[in-house]
């Protein structure tokens, strides 16, 4: 079992930064793939980016490519998410997940096993 508590959310202009973490419980967090995916209101929960858990190997949505960077603290059990020069379409509740042990790192929400409540990320224009 792994819970899972992100932080980091708020308000932001666009061209700013915020990073977000997940905290994860348990002695396992090493041991699963992690992603974040985020929700905007009316539609469906996407995809951003995620990390597997050996060679920590990442993938990213084109949308956030280049502009956002996942990475993991094992000995912290922390998932990160750094989000560069944000514009309005990112707004959305950012969730980050689990999935595994051992499991590969996909890029669809139904292969994670566990969520945490969200965080909300909201960039002005």
């Known amino acids: 079992q792994v819970q899972l508590v992100e932080s980091g959310g708020g308000l932001v202009q666009a061209g700013g930064s915020l990073r977000l973490s997940c905290a994860a419980s348990g002695r396992t967090f090493s041991s699963y793939a992690m992603g974040w995916f985020r929700q905007a209101p009316g539609k469906e929960r996407d995809f951003v980016a995620n990390?597997?858990?050996?060679?920590?190997?990442?993938s990213y949505a084109d949308s956030v490519k280049g502009r956002f960077t996942i990475s993991r603290d094992n000995a912290k059990n922390t998932l990160y998410l750094q989000m560069n020069t944000l514009k309005p379409e990112d707004t959305a509740v950012y969730y980050c997940?689990?999935?595994?042990?051992?499991?590969?790192?996909?890029?669809?929400?139904?292969?994670?096993?566990?969520w945490g409540q969200g965080t909300q990320v909201t960039v002005s224009s």
């Open positions: 990390i597997n858990w050996g060679s920590a190997s990442t």
């Open positions: 997940a689990a999935s595994g042990p051992y499991a590969y790192a996909s890029t669809l929400s139904r292969f994670y096993d566990y």
